[in-house]
């Protein structure tokens, strides 16, 4: 499968080509984004909770950076389970 290198600024750079994830270490890999995805679920709650708080401007700057910071590991995470489960080699042609 092609896949495109990502740089730290998250643009595309030229596609490299990826060998297939080995079935074991797969579901290794699964297993440990699903545990993340649980943690990141408390994240989530618990900063839902905290930006009900009546904070100062300084605390809702603080809640807003928070925020922020979980969806982009949220999205991560997602980014992160598509490329195991396109990738697995369970699941190449």
């Not at 495109?4 to 030229?14: E, R, V």
Request: avoid cysteine.
């Amino acid at each position: 499968m092609t896949e495109f290198k990502h740089t730290a600024t998250g643009a595309s750079s030229s596609p490299v080509r990826n060998a297939a994830i080995p079935s074991e270490q797969s579901l290794e890999i699964r297993r440990i984004a699903h545990d993340l995805s649980n943690a990141l679920e408390i994240i989530i709650q618990t900063s839902y909770l905290v930006g009900t708080l009546d904070l100062d401007p300084s605390g809702r700057q603080w809640i807003e950076m928070l925020d922020s910071a979980v969806k982009q590991a949220v999205d991560l995470n997602s980014e992160l389970r598509s490329y195991i489960q396109a990738n697995s080699m369970s699941n190449a042609a």
